[in-house]
């Protein structure tokens, strides 16, 4: 069409009109989070170990493959402990998982309380 081109002029011209097919709308994978009673279980493990004085810190991460509760011992420190919810791994070895700082996984589940226990230090006795 030209700059400038009155209805007139246009109503001569053939326009050819094409059919705009819109690709299919591509829904992204929802975030994994931790629900209530998960979240509950793990800050009750958190808690216990903030009044020991052993943790003073956490960061939550919600990621499209895996949601994250990293555990520090100061802020701004590399976490210690990494608790891990994947759920693509439920099937084969279970859904959640507990790192060392060093990436090793020191426990994984399918059971968050039992992978739980692994951060848990034996009572001591006092005496």
């Not at 591509?26 to 931790?34: D, K, N, S, Y």
């Not at 979240?39 to 003073?56: H, K, N, P, T």
């Not at 210690?80 to 791994?89: A, N, W």
Request: proline content about 4%; cysteine-free; glycine content about 10%.
């Amino acid at each position: 069409m030209k700059q400038g081109a009155t209805n007139s002029e246009m109503s001569g011209a053939s326009l050819t009109s094409a059919n705009v097919v819109a690709f299919p709308a591509q829904r992204l994978p929802e975030l994994v989070r931790f629900d209530r009673r998960e979240l509950s279980s793990i800050l009750g493990v958190y808690g216990r170990q903030v009044a020991m004085g052993e943790w003073r810190d956490y960061a939550l991460d919600f990621g499209r493959e895996r949601a994250v509760f990293s555990i520090l011992r100061r802020t701004g420190e590399a976490p210690i402990y990494r608790i891990e919810k994947d759920p693509k791994r439920a099937a084969r070895q279970g859904a959640y998982a507990v790192l060392g700082q060093d990436g090793r996984v020191l426990k994984r589940g399918a059971d968050l309380e039992r992978v739980l226990k692994v951060l848990e230090k034996p009572a001591r006795i006092v005496g």
